[in-house]
């Protein structure tokens, strides 16, 4: 089992930044691929990034240029760093750690990023 936490959300105005931080506890050595994805209200739950154990990374079109992922191994934590923020990006952001090898699919509890004009 792996579980997630999410941490680092709240209130920024239009052209702001923030970072979240994901902290994985359990069996992290099995992680194989986390990533971030974002529900906004009477949406559907999106993938914003993705990033694999080597380090390859795959973004969303609607971020690419503005948000970065990353991944400290040894702190079994993952980033987002996310500048030039817009309303759109208003959402509960989501954590998710994959593990290949039973097929494991981990969620955060999320957190909520408003973004105001």
């Known amino acids: 089992q792996v579980q997630l936490v999410e941490s680092g959300g709240g209130l920024v105005q239009a052209g702001g930044s923030l970072r979240l931080s994901c902290t994985a506890s359990g069996s992290t050595t099995a992680i194989a691929v986390m990533g971030w994805y974002r529900q906004a209200p009477g949406k559907e739950r999106e993938l914003v990034a993705v990033i694999g154990n080597g380090g390859s990374t795959n973004y969303a079109d609607s971020v690419k240029g503005r948000f970065a992922i990353s991944r400290d191994n040894a702190k079994n934590t993952m980033y987002l760093q996310m500048n030039s923020l817009t309303p759109e990006d208003t959402a509960v952001y989501y954590c998710?750690?994959?593990?290949?090898?039973?097929?494991?699919?981990?969620w955060g509890q999320g957190t909520q990023v408003t973004v105001s004009s």
């Open positions: 998710n750690a994959r593990v290949v090898l039973w097929n494991g699919n981990y």
